[in-house]
């Protein structure tokens, strides 16, 4: 049997008006230590995102916003300072508590073979 790992993950949410703390699921990251696994995906209907927040909602910035979160995972020079982090500490960066457009949920545990394949399957259960 092959062996269960221990993984973390959030749900990336917009939250087009803070105040009222509504939001729509649009992502999720997920970190598994065992397997050396950070990775975030994302993906919206700007439709329904629109309908939801309104014709003010900047698309392209949040776009950019859920870019910059893919590139802290995949680490390098591409995410920036935070990007040059220890793998945890990049997860936990991640997924603090912000009062921005952008927030994630609680951290959730779980066990997983397949880092990836649970992210991917996370991301059909919460988001798609």
Known sequence: MP???????AVLR??????REEFINVGVILYCSAQG?????????EDRLLAFAGPTLDLADVRAR???FKRICGGRAEGGPIGQLAIASRF??????RSTIIQTSPVHPGLCED????LAHLHAQLVG
């Open 3 to 9: 062996a269960k790992h221990l993984f973390e993950y």
């Open 66 to 68: 859920l870019r910059s």
């Open 37 to 45: 696994f950070l990775q975030a995906t994302c993906q919206f209907d």
């Open 92 to 97: 936990r960066w991640l997924t603090a508590q």
């Open 115 to 118: 880092a990836a394949a649970t």
């Open 14 to 19: 917009v939250v087009p008006r803070v105040e």
